[in-house]
């Protein structure tokens, strides 16, 4: 199932945007001390695929 919309925690609803998913899972590599950030966009593909 797809996601085309978020509500956001202020009440709005925007639309679904997966650089914000990609962003947020390399600040959490990185937060970690990781460098390999090849399957990044992979793993956000399958964010949005659930």
Known sequence: MA?????????AIIDFDINKIES??????E????TDLKD??????KVNKK
């Not at 996601?3 to 009440?11: A, E, F, T």
């Not at 937060?31 to 990781?34: I, L, R």
């Not at 990044?40 to 593909?45: G, R």
């Open 31 to 34: 937060a970690v001390g990781g």
């Open 24 to 29: 947020a899972i390399k600040k959490a590599i």
């Open 40 to 45: 990044i966009s992979s793993l956000a593909k």
């Open 3 to 11: 996601i085309y919309k978020v509500r956001k925690r202020n009440g």
